[in-house]
């Protein structure tokens, strides 16, 4: 994980449906240490998190739509640190490839991919803990 002080931590947002409403959670809760990050997501994800916490959320296309593969375009050319992918393992999703894709890039390029929200709270908090802030 790249967490130096070269540049803020690039830190990509995702969400499956069912699971935007926690997302948007975590980033509420986590707002003072994102807020010192450089954050992206897809279309969607993005949209809610920027409307429901004023964070700065840079938006690629909706996953559906091929925002999951850009922003595995952008983590295989170094450019994202740290995933937050929150998947909804109950609800088959047609972009699923492509879902898969971002996930192996992750494993590839040895970028650490919080898949569930108790390991996306450790991954915030490490970061959290890095930036000496305090979460709450
Ligand atoms: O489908 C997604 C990830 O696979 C998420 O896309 P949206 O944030 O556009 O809903």
Excluded: Y
């Amino acid at each position: 994980m790249d967490t130096t002080e070269r540049h803020p931590p690039r830190i990509a947002l995702i969400a499956h449906d069912r699971k935007k409403a926690t997302i948007v959670e975590l980033a509420r809760e986590f707002a003072p240490v994102l807020r010192q990050c450089s954050l992206c997501a897809t279309g969607t994800t993005g949209s809610r998190i920027a409307a429901e916490t004023g964070l700065d959320v840079e938006r690629m296309l909706s996953g559906p739509l091929g925002g999951d593969l850009q922003i595995g375009a952008r983590l295989a050319g170094g450019q994202v640190d740290m995933v937050i992918f929150l998947r909804d393992p109950m609800t088959p999703q047609p972009h699923e490839p492509d879902i898969n894709a971002l996930v192996r890039a992750c494993d590839v390029h040895d970028v650490p991919c919080a898949t569930n929200e108790a390991s996306a709270r450790m991954l915030l908090s490490l970061i959290a803990t890095r930036h000496g802030l305090t979460v709450g």
